[in-house]
């Protein structure tokens, strides 16, 4: 019994501390337009580039280059060539549009291999750790989107 | 080959402005080892699948892996892998178990199980199950030696996999899907094709629809199991089919079946069935 107690207080506290950051849209209220763009900011804070920058090469969090060439990156080896390259990205989409597809990719692209970052409901049998969570904050999602809006 | 051809070149493009010295497709090269009794063919490639194929032409892993890589795998002497299977061949003529007896008092020399590996997972009708190399081996020492089953993708049992595997070198896999085999052929099926995890990826995802272009560093393959038990660099030791679904499973953030569970032995015959044609490449290198 001891254990669970304790595993509840750090939850209790995050569930606060996601009540308290007023203004950040939950994964499921997200609103999509139907050509998949989300036209409201996830938070409302404007995103950090910088940070944007640094979540799209970590290979624990967004690990863009996995599958996208991006040569603002070319400082880091091997890019992946699963998905379009990204040099340019901002002149093809606007900023909805990159938004809904950071979001969830499938409102998009159907059937698309690219993992949706900021939606609940991922494949059967995610593991116990990354139940109930997104791959990226919402305010992560953002800041990968003001990196991307520099790609011009 | 549509497809095929305009992901080459995209492909090429890209390694071409990163330095890459690998074509994209993989390696033209053909494999032929060289072992102690002389040299075997391995079919790399098959041109024209069995009918009902969901690749249009066959690859084995070999020809994403390196030069490098590929070379290791060209010469036994040179493969790290065969280290196990003279380990392995070791405990094939040491008794154990309460019978006393060893593998080669009741099959003489290893050479007697050619042919095994290319047929295998298969239905069992006496056993009621479908059988991997891995359950005859435990099966045998429990029935006829009187010993205990080695742990399932543990060192003993994979190293023996190993060296009965390699009995059937350059065999074409051909395992059988239907009668009733059929229902655990579609089980594996559905596995290989249901996305999963926070990632949210099928087997397909990655191995049908993306094979021959770069993820990250990682050049993906068909993830053909005909070179299994593979020889990893990463790991430097013998991997197991069952281990090496179990790290694809958690690469995509997805909680893995269990190694010997029923539903790993369906994927594995599901995925050995799509590399019908290929030739057994056991021990393999791999990066």
């Not at chain 1, 159907?110 to 949706?116: A, D, K, N, R, V």
């Not at chain 2, 003279?86 to 007697?112: F, I, L, M, V, Y």
């Not at chain 2, 995890?197 to 770069?214: F, I, P, R, T, V």
Request: with cysteine; hydrophobic share 35%.
């Amino acid at each position: 019994m001891k254990p669970y107690k304790l595993a509840l207080i750090p939850a209790a506290f995050m569930v606060m501390a996601t009540m308290a950051s007023a203004g950040v849209v939950a994964p499921n209220d997200v609103v999509f337009e139907s050509d998949g763009a989300v036209s409201q900011s996830l938070t409302g804070v404007p995103g950090d580039p910088a940070n944007g920058r640094k979540v799209f090469a970590h290979r624990k969090k967004g690990n863009c280059l996995a599958c996208h060439k991006n040569s603002d990156l070319s400082e880091q080896q091997f890019h992946g060539e699963i998905g379009p390259e990204l040099d340019g990205v901002a002149e093809r989409y606007d900023e909805a549009h990159l938004r809904g597809i950071l979001v969830n990719s499938k409102k998009t692209f159907e059937g698309s291999i690219m993992p949706s970052f900021y939606r609940l409901e991922n494949g059967a049998r995610t593991m116990k750790k990354f139940q109930g969570k997104t791959i990226l904050t919402a305010q992560e999602v953002e800041d990968v989107l003001a990196y991307l809006m520099t790609l011009k | 080959m549509k497809r095929i051809m305009t992901s080459a070149m995209i492909g090429g493009l890209v390694a071409a402005s990163l330095g890459f010295a690998a074509q994209a497709e993989g390696t033209k090269d053909s494999l032929v080892i060289n072992g102690e009794d002389g040299p075997v063919k391995i079919i790399t490639h098959v041109k024209n699948p069995p009918a009902g194929s969901p690749l249009p032409e066959l690859f084995s892993g070999w020809v994403f892996r390196s030069k490098e890589t590929r070379a290791l795998e060209a010469d036994d002497f040179d493969n790290p892998g065969m280290i196990f299977v003279e380990q392995a061949w070791e405990t094939w003529n040491t008794p154990d178990g309460k019978a006393g007896k060893s593998c080669a008092d009741c099959h003489g020399e290893p050479s007697s199980m050619k042919g095994l590996r290319a047929v295998l997972p298969r239905w069992d009708d006496k056993q009621g199950k479908l059988m991997t190399l891995e359950d005859y081996i435990n099966w045998s020492r429990v029935e006829h030696m009187g010993a205990k089953p080695w742990k399932y993708g543990g060192g003993q049992l994979t190293s023996m996999v190993a060296l009965i595997s390699l009995q059937s070198r350059g065999m074409p896999v051909n395992v059988k899907t239907d009668g009733p085999a059929k229902k655990m052929w579609e089980l594996g099926k559905k596995i290989y094709y249901t996305r999963v995890g926070q990632l949210d990826m099928a087997c397909s995802n990655c191995h049908e629809d993306n094979y021959g272009k770069y993820i990250r560093a990682d050049h993906l393959s068909q993830g053909q199991i005909n070179g299994f038990p593979a020889y990893r660099l990463k790991n430097a030791k013998l991997n197991s089919v069952h281990a090496r679904f179990k790290g694809c499973m958690k690469n995509i953030r997805a909680k893995p079946y269990k190694v010997g569970s029923d539903e790993f032995r369906a994927l594995e015959l599901y995925v050995a069935s799509r590399g019908n044609g290929l030739s057994v490449e056991a021990p393999s290198v791999r990066n």
